[in-house]
């Protein structure tokens, strides 16, 4: 165990747990954060929307997050997958946390920041999670604008873009891209009759197609036959290709550390994917002291938001952590 309690337990190196950590330095406050390495975009080679480094490697975005927390010399970096998360029974007023680690050690600390992240549950299509990240699309402001103009696009209308709003939505920001965008509905041939009569109500299918053909698989082809592109084979044997393909997937918490300390989750129409209910400004769970931030509490998934968060969640725990320390009342 560690010697004394830190402050706060950073769990998560991505840029909520990155933006913590180095606000909590602005105010001395010692913590630890806890990176397993495991990160969303760990298969992108730019991130965006994110001013003075837009289309920048996001690996060297953490790497020099690193080095401007170290200078304050008050967080400590650990790589390593915490694996066990409580509250310790101290007979303290002020709560304790203890953080077990996949090495066998204990470290606590007086507030926690969950910055764990999301995982992407990937649909049930063979070469989805090759192509997931390079060629398929979740976020049309983070990737696609470098394929503009692109000739066609494609729409994966399953999940929970498998209803018409979501599944125009994704379709009306892909035509921003590209001149032409098909909806694959993937055997649903209700919602692609839906959809069809639609846009022709619209006189909008000029631009957007529907296709309900199941989908058998997925492919990148090689980048000398025909980069830049995505290949979609159908069960009937035939074939199609796009220069790329839209789907936000279902998403789960990653971590069951939110689990361990019985936090709250948001409200969902799918309890097992639902998101850390944790709402801004201060971004408190239901466990006091214990914070959340980053993808793991909003189902808009973007850097610029984990920062945002990242940095409000340890100013509320810097805001509980000063109070304590005369033993006024906090905030909140």
């Not at 991505?14 to 606000?23: S, V, Y």
């Not at 055997?187 to 009759?193: I, P, S, V, W, Y």
């Amino acid at each position: 165990m560690s010697p004394s309690p830190v402050d706060v337990l950073i769990i998560g190196g991505g840029p909520a747990g990155l933006t913590a950590a180095l606000t909590l330095s602005r105010q001395l406050h010692t913590a630890i954060l806890f990176d397993n390495h495991e990160y969303r975009n760990k298969t992108s080679p730019y991130m965006h929307m994110i001013p003075g480094w837009d289309h920048k490697d996001p690996a060297e975005f953490r790497s020099t997050a690193h080095e401007e927390i170290a200078r304050y010399g008050t967080v400590q970096l650990e790589n390593v997958t915490i694996t066990k998360l409580e509250q310790l029974d101290n007979n303290d007023p002020l709560p304790l946390f203890a953080a077990a680690d996949a090495n066998g050690n204990t470290w606590t600390g007086r507030k926690v920041i969950l910055a764990t992240g999301s995982k992407d549950i990937y649909p049930d299509i063979p070469g989805y999670a090759e192509a997931w990240g390079k060629r398929i699309y979740h976020c049309l402001f983070c990737k696609g604008r470098e394929d503009h103009p692109a000739t066609n696009a494609g729409v994966l209308a399953i999940q929970t873009a498998a209803n018409i709003p979501m599944a125009l939505h994704q379709a009306e920001n892909a035509a921003q891209l590209a001149t032409n965008v098909t909806i694959y509905t993937h055997g649903a041939e209700t919602l692609a009759a839906e959809l069809k009569a639609l846009l022709a109500s619209k006189g909008s299918e000029g631009v957007f197609r529907v296709d309900a053909r199941p989908i058998a698989r997925l492919a990148l082809p090689s980048e000398e036959t025909e980069p830049n592109s995505i290949e979609l084979l159908f069960e009937d044997g035939s074939t199609g290709t796009e220069t790329f393909l839209v789907h936000n997937p279902l998403t789960c918490v990653r971590s069951p550390l939110a689990a361990q300390l019985g936090v709250a989750m948001a409200s969902s129409p799918l309890p097992e994917v639902a998101d850390v209910a944790a709402p801004a400004p201060v971004h408190q769970t239901s466990v006091r002291g214990v914070f959340a931030a980053g993808d793991c509490i909003t189902p808009y998934k973007v850097v610029a938001g984990a920062i945002s968060s990242g940095c409000n969640a340890a100013v509320a725990a810097s805001a509980q952590l000063v109070a304590e320390r005369f033993g006024h009342p906090a905030l909140f």
